[in-house]
């Protein structure tokens, strides 16, 4: 991801000490505050801020950022994200952690996705049968319950 004002290159990862299943098997949603739009042969990510586009900060995506970016929806797991990564873009599971979780770390840090935790490690269910969720801002993993 490249920030069209200041170019990023930031090294690290979300799955800390190596690889880390249960990180593999978090979902994260996308902020509101951010749109995504597709102009041209470009993909931008765009943070809102009181209903106006910051122009200053414009994040422009590469064919796997979006990729991604598309699946942020609170539904998929980072797991099946990458297996999706893998056969789209036919690269090893390896690479496709590796990249998934960069880019992971690097919306996080723009707070540009939500970790969304589910209680117990499962999921509940309210009286009308739908689906409750916690969702947390992202971060280090002691600011999630």
């Not at 598309?70 to 056969?87: P, V, W």
């Not at 939500?114 to 801002?137: C, L, R």
């Amino acid at each position: 991801m490249r920030n069209d004002t200041n170019a990023r290159h930031a090294h690290g990862s979300i799955l800390l000490g190596g690889r880390d299943m249960e990180a593999l098997e978090r979902q994260y949603m996308r902020h509101e505050h951010f749109v995504f739009r597709r102009i041209q042969d470009e993909m931008l990510l765009v943070p809102i801020k009181d209903n106006v586009g910051d122009m200053g900060c414009i994040y422009n995506l590469n064919d796997v950022g979006a990729f991604i970016w598309e699946r942020m929806d609170g539904k998929n797991r980072l797991k099946d994200i990458k297996m999706m990564m893998a056969e789209e873009f036919d690269v090893s599971s390896d690479r496709a952690e590796e990249d998934l979780c960069e880019f992971v770390r690097q919306l996080e840090e723009i707070d540009a996705i939500s970790y969304i935790a589910h209680p117990e490690g499962g999921m509940t269910y309210d009286q009308e049968g739908n689906t409750k969720t916690g969702v947390y801002k992202t971060g280090r993993d002691e600011d999630h319950p």
